[in-house]
C-alpha cells in the first residue's frame, strides 16, 4: 500500500462524493494506471503498470465504465469549479469549442459514422474516417508557469451520427445543437460569470448565434464569410406607417469587395500573441452591420477584416455578438482558439486517446471524456506541485526549449508517483542489485517522458 502525496490527493478528493465508497478505491487505482501507462490507456494496461495483472478481480475494473452508477456530467461540473478556483476565480470565462473525430471501427461500436478527417483533409484534397465524433468545451485560461494560454477540456460530450438516431427512433440534434445545451449549461454551473467562446466557422450561424442572445446573452466570437450578406440597422419606423416592421436597412457592400477597395482605410494593430509567433502586425478595419438571410432573425454583429501586411495568410474575417467589443479585443480572444488544436494532439500523443479499445455504450461515452478531463486534472495537479517545488523543464542539445509544456506536467506527476514512499507492501523481500543512482535517475526521468 502506497501514501499518495496532498496534492495529488487533493484534486481527486473533489471527485469523490460522486462515487460510491465500496468503487471509489478502485477509480483511484484506475486513475494513478492510466497516468503511468506509457502507450495504449485501456483498463489491462492500467492494471498492469500497478502490478495488478494476477488479480482476479480485474473484472470489477472494467465494470467501473461499462456498468457501475455515476454521473460524467456531475463529474464534469466538479471538474470545471476546480479549474475556475485555480485559474479564472473572476472575470469573464472564456471558452473553446471544437470538434474532434475519434478515429475507431467495429461493428460493435454502434454510434460510429462516417466524417471528413479534419487533419488529413485540405482544400483540395477530401478524406472520410470512420469513427466518433465529440464535442468538447475547454477552458481557454493563462497558466503561469508557462507564461501561455492553454486549453483546458472540462466537459466532453458523444453527438452520434445521423444513422445512430434513425435507427432507434431517436431525434437528431446537429452539433450546434449540442453546443447550445452545453453552453447552457455551463451558464447555469457559474451564474454571474459572463461567457466568451471561440470556435471556427462551423459555428458562424444565424440561428444559432440568435438562440445564444436570448435571456442571458453569451458572446460568440467567430469566422464570417467574406459574402456574406450584411445591411444597415433597420429604420425607425415612421408614425402611422403602415404594414410589417422592416428586419433591415440597405444592404452593404461585401467584406470581399472592400478588400479590393483602395477608399478602404485600414488600421495597423499590433498583437502580443499571434501562431507561434510573439508580436505580429496585422492591418484590420471594423464596423457593426446586421447578418440576414431570408427565413432567418436579424443578427447584430461586429465584423473584422483582417489583412497580412506580409502577405503570408489570406484576409480573412471575424465576428462577435457583443457590438462592445474592441477589434483587439477580438483577435487576440480568437487567436486563443489554436490551443484547442494543440489540446487535441497532446491528448492523443500523451493520453492514449484513440487507444482505449471500449465497445460499449456507457463505456464509450465515458472514457475519451475522462481521458480528456485527464489533461485538466494533470495541469492543475502541476499546478499544485510548482507551488512549492522548482519547474523542471527538459531539455537537450538538439531541443533548448526554455518553458514547460505538458509534456513536462505529466512527467512531473509521473516522477513524484514512481518516489512515493511504500507503507505497507505483502511481497517478499528480494536481493536489493546495486545499479548507479545516475543511471536510476536516467531511467526515471526515460519512464516519466514515455508518451
Same mark, same amino acid.
Given at each position: ?9 487533493? +484534486? /481527486?478528493?473533489? @471527485? &469523490?462524493?460522486? @462515487? ?14 492510466? /497516468? ?6 485501456? +483498463?489491462?494496461?492500467?492494471? =498492469? %503498470? ?24 456531475? &463529474?464534469? =461540473? ?9 485559474? #479564472? ?36 484534397? @477530401? ?9 468538447? /468545451? ?14 483546458? $477540456?472540462?466537459?466532453? %460530450? ?16 446537429? #452539433? ?9 449549461? #455551463? ?5 454571474? =460569470?459572463?461567457?466568451? +467562446? ?63 477597395? $483602395? ?40 465584423? #473584422? ?22 477589434? =483587439? ?45 485527464? @489533461? ?20 537537450? &542539445? ?5 518553458? $514547460? ?14 518516489? %512515493? ?24 526521468? &526515460? ?5
Amino acid at each position: 500500500m502506497t501514501r499518495l502525496p496532498t496534492w495529488f490527493t487533493g +484534486v /481527486l478528493r473533489s @471527485f &469523490a462524493p460522486l @462515487f460510491s465508497a465500496r468503487i471509489w478505491p478502485q477509480v483511484h487505482l484506475l486513475v494513478v494506471g492510466a /497516468l503511468l501507462s506509457p502507450g495504449k490507456r485501456t +483498463v489491462t494496461a492500467a492494471l =498492469r %503498470v500497478l502490478g495488478l495483472a494476477d488479480d482476479p478481480r480485474f473484472g470489477t475494473f472494467h465494470r467501473l465504465l461499462s456498468r457501475a452508477r455515476w454521473s460524467s456530467l456531475q &463529474a464534469s =461540473r466538479v471538474l470545471l469549479g476546480l479549474l475556475v478556483t485555480a485559474c #479564472v476565480p473572476s472575470g469573464p470565462l472564456v471558452l473553446g469549442l471544437d470538434d474532434t473525430i475519434e478515429r475507431r471501427t467495429g461493428a460493435k461500436i454502434s454510434a460510429k459514422g462516417i466524417y471528413r478527417d479534419p487533419v488529413r483533409s485540405s482544400h483540395g484534397h @477530401f478524406v472520410k474516417a470512420s469513427g466518433l465524433r465529440w464535442l468538447s /468545451l475547454m477552458l481557454l485560461t493563462p497558466i503561469p508557469w508557462a507564461h501561455r494560454i492553454w486549453a483546458l $477540456p472540462f466537459l466532453t %460530450v458523444l453527438v452520434p451520427s445521423q444513422r445512430y438516431n434513425e435507427e432507434r427512433g431517436h431525434r437528431h440534434k446537429s #452539433v450546434t445543437d449540442w453546443a447550445r445545451q452545453m453552453l447552457r449549461l #455551463v451558464q447555469r454551473w457559474c451564474p454571474g =460569470r459572463p461567457l466568451i +467562446v471561440v470556435a471556427d466557422s462551423a459555428y458562424a450561424a444565424i440561428r444559432w448565434l440568435s438562440d445564444l442572445q436570448q435571456d442571458r446573452p453569451i458572446t460568440v466570437i467567430t469566422k464570417l464569410r467574406l459574402d456574406a450578406a450584411l445591411y444597415d440597422p433597420a429604420p425607425d419606423r415612421a408614425a402611422g406607417q403602415m404594414g410589417r416592421p422592416r428586419l433591415k436597412g440597405d444592404r452593404l457592400p461585401t467584406l470581399a469587395s472592400l478588400v479590393h477597395d $483602395p477608399q478602404t482605410r485600414w488600421e495597423r494593430v499590433r498583437l502580443n500573441r499571434w501562431y507561434g509567433e510573439t508580436h505580429r502586425e496585422v492591418d484590420i478595419i471594423s464596423q457593426t452591420a446586421v447578418w440576414y438571410h431570408t427565413g432567418l432573425p436579424p443578427l447584430r454583429v461586429r465584423w #473584422v477584416l483582417i489583412r497580412d501586411p506580409k502577405g503570408k495568410f489570406s484576409t480573412q474575417a471575424l465576428l462577435c455578438t457583443d457590438l462592445l467589443q474592441t477589434p =483587439r479585443q477580438m483577435l487576440e480572444y480568437f487567436v486563443q482558439r489554436w490551443q484547442l488544436e494543440v489540446t487535441c494532439e497532446e491528448v492523443r500523443a500523451h493520453l492514449g486517446v484513440e487507444t482505449q479499445r471500449q465497445w460499449t455504450d456507457l463505456a464509450i461515452a465515458r472514457t475519451t471524456p475522462a481521458l480528456l478531463g485527464l @489533461f485538466s486534472r494533470v495541469t492543475l495537479m502541476a499546478h499544485e506541485r510548482w507551488k512549492s517545488h522548482p519547474v523542471r523543464v527538459r531539455r537537450a &542539445a538538439w531541443y533548448a526549449k526554455t518553458l $514547460p509544456t505538458f509534456v513536462d506536467a505529466l512527467a512531473e506527476v509521473r516522477r513524484a508517483l514512481w518516489k %512515493v514512499p511504500t507503507v505497507r507492501t505483502s511481497a517478499p523481500e528480494r536481493e536489493m542489485v546495486q545499479v548507479p543512482l545516475e543511471f536510476i535517475e536516467r531511467l526515471t526521468d &526515460a519512464l516519466c517522458y514515455a508518451a
